[in-house]
């Protein structure tokens, strides 16, 4: 199969700008420059107009003198201040509480958030808008003739008023955002966008390829200058390599992974056998590797997609939490982002160049995904019936909606949940259901599973 992908943007700013998005300063900055602009403005047209509270008859505008303005605008400001403190104060206390009560890796959730962003953002503005406001104010006993800005301090009741909505609909979203359903919510939709756009909805034939369609002669490893998370590849730059130097290049380090100064991130070979330039060659695909201090959840769904979901339900099973509740809600989203992704194929990531093979990608696959989903929440709940039970069912659930093709790696990790189980769980009768309702799904599974089940290993407990 052949794929293309042209970037828009570079992958490096795209990147930045996506990391951008996700802060609490952003926005809020913004809004700041456009609280400078929008005072500018009203003062102009104040001035312009020649407006002043002698001639204004209007309900709707501003009618009081240089000292009501003064009270009004100061009045505006100084409780703005004051609510901005306890805007960022519950902010920090939610930041912390996700932290330590489901995983740091939905810290993002919080500032990525845009009705967060958006509610700092307009109180940040307002009060910018009004301190610059109030400081135009004049009497006619002050130096120079009187200055009231009618559509200045009518703006500023304006967007005090917004504001104070946007506190209503904070309070109400901050207590809805610390709820453990709202969280597993948007982090199996962030995964299943992931899932989307990374497998395909209908399965092709993969390229049957040898070592002399794409690439001849001993490759040469690229080793990292830099150290940090992968976060993204630069596809255009890599297929720009691969056209002018006449490359095959296969990616060895995986999207999300970390990686060491002058470790192996890529494997180049010489389509015509010519190894003079490789060395020069492998600078150029150095290049293409975008690396970080943090994963980031764009195009990571093998670190972010699925593992921030299963963290939530094993942070659930510490003792300091005791909470194996979450821990089934856990499993419930993980079900639903396997399935999605077992309903569809995982791609053969291959990039083309003048018709022949030159960019080979590391491949996610539907296995990988399940030992991150299920391997870490059946060690530490191993020792509750309840999860237990719970993660039988869900695998059971998620051969139900997959492709056939995925069934005998979910009847592994049932014989490991009974296997853990068994090691886990210290009443008889529990062990006994546990390993009853195993049989039970596996019997369930074979049903409409084409061929023979995978058979358990004698020494399976050293697996665990």
């Known amino acids: 199969m052949r794929e293309y992908i042209v970037s828009r943007i570079p992958p490096r700013l795209e990147t930045w700008w996506a990391d951008t998005r996700s802060t609490l300063w952003f926005l809020p900055s913004c809004a700041t420059v456009l609280g400078v602009l929008l005072s500018s403005l009203a003062i102009w047209l104040d001035d312009y107009w020649g407006l002043t509270t002698a001639g204004i008859d209007s309900p709707w505008l501003f009618g009081a003198g ?50 967060n962003q958006t509610v700092l953002a307009a109180f940040i503005g307002t009060f910018i808008y009004a301190l610059l406001v109030l400081r135009t104010v004049r009497s006619a006993t002050d130096i120079g003739p009187g200055f009231v800005p009618v559509i200045g301090v009518t703006g500023a009741i304006v967007l005090a008023l917004v504001c104070m909505g946007l506190l209503i609909l904070f309070i109400h979203h901050m207590t809805q955002q610390t709820q453990v359903s709202y969280i597993l919510s948007r982090a199996s939709s962030d995964a299943l966008d992931l899932i989307d756009s990374y497998f395909r909805e209908e399965i092709e034939p993969t390229p049957d390829l040898t070592r002399r369609d794409y690439a001849q002669g001993e490759g040469q490893d690229v080793l990292s200058s830099s150290s940090g998370y992968l976060q993204h590849y630069d596809l255009d730059y890599l297929l720009a390599a691969a056209s002018d130097h006449d490359l095959t290049i296969k990616l060895i380090a995986p999207m999300g992974g970390y990686i060491n100064t002058r470790q192996p991130v890529a494997r180049i070979w010489s389509s015509n056998g010519n190894r003079d330039h490789l060395s020069e060659a492998g600078e150029h695909v150095r290049y293409a590797f975008v690396t970080g201090p943090e994963r980031t959840m764009y195009a990571d769904l093998r670190s972010l997609g699925v593992r921030q979901i299963a963290d939530i339900g094993i942070k659930a ?39 022949r093979p030159a960019v080979f990608l590391p491949r996610i696959g539907f296995d990988e995904l399940t030992a991150i989903a299920f391997t870490q929440m059946r060690h530490y709940g191993r020792g509750d019936v309840v999860v237990m039970l719970h993660l039988t069912r869900t695998i059971e659930r998620v051969a139900s909606l997959v492709d056939k093709q995925h069934h005998p790696v979910l009847l592994r990790h049932l014989e490991l949940a009974r296997a853990s189980g068994i090691l886990g769980l210290e009443l008889g009768p529990e062990r006994d259901a546990l390993c009853t309702a195993v049989d039970e799904a596996i019997d369930r599974i074979g049903n409409f599973h084409v061929g023979n089940r995978t058979p358990v290993v004698p020494d399976i407990v050293q697996e665990i």
Not at 69 to 90: H, P
């Open 317 to 355: 099973l510490s003792p300091a939490v005791n909470d194996p509740t979450t821990s089934t809600q856990a499993l419930d989203r993980i079900s639903e982002v396997l399935a999605r992704a077992g309903a569809l194929e995982s791609p053969e990531r291959i990039l083309y160049v003048d018709d």
């Open 66 to 115: 240089a000292n009501g303005a003064r009270g009004v605008l100061g009045a505006i400001a100084g409780s703005l201040v004051t609510v901005i403190g306890t805007v960022f104060s519950i902010t920090i206390v939610a930041l912390q509480l996700a932290s330590s009560q489901f995983t740091p890796r939905v810290l993002r959730q919080f500032t990525s958030d845009r009705i």
